[in-house]
């Protein structure tokens, strides 16, 4: 097992999100889903976060992905969710015809963490990720 580590600690941090848009809207296609994972990756570098899994449903996203333990997980969301609603709505302006006063995102999200001792169980999300919305 690969372990990350910094200059004073040895760690694996793990964790699946799952974000809802506003209402269960079913706005998330191919396209919007690609778009919201470039701002994933754009915005997570900043915060030591580092994507494993990411797939989507249409009015859902689940992400793995792994941090650091300085990572700042509450300031990330809400960078990620603030600039993906934004950028997504100016460039798919179409989208905030079917959105509830033009909100993309549901205030709520869902965040679990995974551990060496629940290898299992990170494989369980990796191939439910990988079978997300394939029914």
């Not at 799952?18 to 296609?29: A, E, G, Q, Y």
């Not at 570098?45 to 899994?53: G, Q, W």
């Not at 509830?100 to 995102?105: G, L, N, V």
Request: aromatic share 12%; charged share 30%.
């Amino acid at each position: 097992m690969k372990l990350d580590n910094n200059n004073h600690s040895v760690f694996l941090l793990k964790y699946y999100l799952v974000l809802v848009t506003k209402n269960r809207k079913k706005v998330i296609n191919e396209i919007i889903s690609k778009r919201l994972k470039e701002i994933f990756y754009n915005i997570c570098s900043k915060y030591n976060i580092f994507l494993e899994e990411w797939n989507h449903d249409s009015d859902h996203i689940h992400i793995l992905f792994r941090a650091h333990p300085n990572s700042q997980l509450s300031k990330f969301l809400n960078a990620y969710k603030s600039a993906s609603s934004r950028l997504i709505k100016k460039e798919f302006p179409e989208i905030r015809e079917k959105l509830w006063k033009e909100c993309f995102w549901s205030k709520s999200f869902c965040l679990i963490t995974t551990g060496k001792e629940e290898i299992e169980t990170i494989e369980e999300i990796k191939k439910y990720i990988e079978n997300e919305g394939k029914k």
